[in-house]
Nanobody
Framework: QAQLVESGGGLVQAGGSLRLSCAAS????????MAWFRQAPGKEREFVAL????????YYADSVKGRFTISRDNAQKAVYLQMNRLKPEDTAVYYC????????????????WGQGTQVTVSS
């Protein structure tokens, strides 16, 4: 498995934007699908967005549709999460993850995870 390293988190006001990055080590991406999840204190880790590396098809959680955009750069072996119009409820640790095989929004199907990056949205 390739190592995944997230960056770009921080503190922003509601309505602001952040861009998260996930860099994968090795020659290529670490799997067929790469995804972003997030986990707030006391809550389960929840799906945010995923991208299928081959072709770039994307899927989003309903809570972030229209506000977040996931993308990838094959040459840089990186995926990004552009987060716009952030809300306080977006506050969480954001994790990058990858998996082989068919895409899934189920966190338990992902076995390769980054260390997470904190996103805090203030009112």
């Amino acid at each position: 498995q390739a190592q995944l390293v997230e960056s770009g988190g921080g503190l922003v006001q509601a309505g602001g934007s952040l861009r998260l990055s996930c860099a994968a080590s090795g020659r290529t991406f670490s799997g067929d699908t790469m995804a972003w999840f997030r986990q707030a204190p006391g809550k389960e880790r929840e799906f945010v967005a995923l991208i299928i590396i081959s072709g770039g098809t994307t899927y989003y959680a309903d809570s972030v549709k229209g506000r977040f955009t996931i993308s990838r750069d094959n040459a840089q072996k990186a995926v990004y999460l552009q987060m716009n119009r952030l809300k306080p409820e977006d506050t969480a640790v954001y994790y990058c993850a990858s998996k082989m095989g068919f895409y899934s929004s189920n966190r338990n199907s992902y076995k390769n995870w980054g260390q997470g990056t904190q996103v805090t949205v203030s009112s």
